[in-house]
């Protein structure tokens, strides 16, 4: 599986957009991009996974480029209980494909 | 729907001790995880089973460590011995159609300290 790097850290004001970019250069054509978080003393949560297209749900939206070597997670109007630790991993879907955890992005909303 | 359901919540035993964490996945999964947390090396995929079959445990760290899962509603992370490094956050996951399925529902978490 392909690897990913995330800034991190970042923070927004409470309300507004949070922006979160990742990056993974070296994804296959077959390999999807996944989005897990982790609030504080909590398991991880998933949140959204896309492979070319543009992906939206309840949570979030996700945006992958054209050439698919980067994606950002847009969480539309933050809230305080976004802040966690947000986990961009790739994963392929074959039978030895995990999820590997990086050491994510640690966003942190501020009032 | 309990969601993923682990005991104990927290864990703290001496050097040497047997230790079992447990884990209940949601109802209806078919495929179980356990993880492991840790400040160096972050969240770590120890084994995961299919149809309660283990199908990789391959970051199971060493053999001091087994798991298993004797039906489809129970499985159990056993640590014989345990050292001070075996310290940390241990995590059941499960997913309901396959291993590739998009959507791990991961339990609360098992905090160890080994003194």
């Known amino acids: 599986d392909a690897k990913t790097t995330q800034p991190p850290s970042m923070d927004c004001a409470e309300g507004r957009a949070a922006n979160l970019p990742c990056n993974h250069s070296?994804?296959?054509?077959?390999?999807?991009v996944y989005w897990y978080r982790q609030i504080h003393s909590q398991g991880p949560q998933y949140i959204i996974h896309g492979l070319k297209n543009n992906e939206t749900n309840e949570m979030a939206s996700l945006i992958i480029t054209e050439d698919r070597k980067s994606s950002t997670l847009i969480l539309p109007h933050a809230t305080l209980r976004d802040t966690a630790v947000y986990y961009c991993i790739v994963r392929g879907t074959g039978a030895n494909s995990k999820l590997t955890f990086g050491k994510g992005i640690t966003l942190s909303v501020r009032p | 729907d309990a969601g993923v359901i682990q005991s104990p919540r927290h864990e703290v035993t001496e050097m040497g001790q047997e230790v079992t964490l447990r884990c209940k996945p949601i109802s209806g999964h078919n495929s179980l995880f356990w993880y492991r947390q840790t400040m160096m090396r972050g969240l770590e995929l120890l084994i995961y089973?299919?149809?309660?079959?283990?199908?990789?445990d391959s970051g199971m760290p060493e053999d001091r460590f087994s798991a298993k899962m004797p039906n489809a509603s129970f499985s159990t992370l056993k640590i014989q011995p345990s050292e001070p490094r075996d310290s940390a956050v241990y995590f059941c996951?499960?997913?309901?159609?396959?291993?590739?399925?998009?959507?791990?529902?991961f339990g609360p978490g098992t905090r160890l300290t080994v003194t």
């Open positions: 089973f299919n149809n309660n079959v283990p199908i990789d």
């Open positions: 070296t994804i296959s054509g077959n390999e999807y």
């Open positions: 996951a499960s997913t309901g159609q396959s291993f590739s399925s998009y959507e791990q529902y």
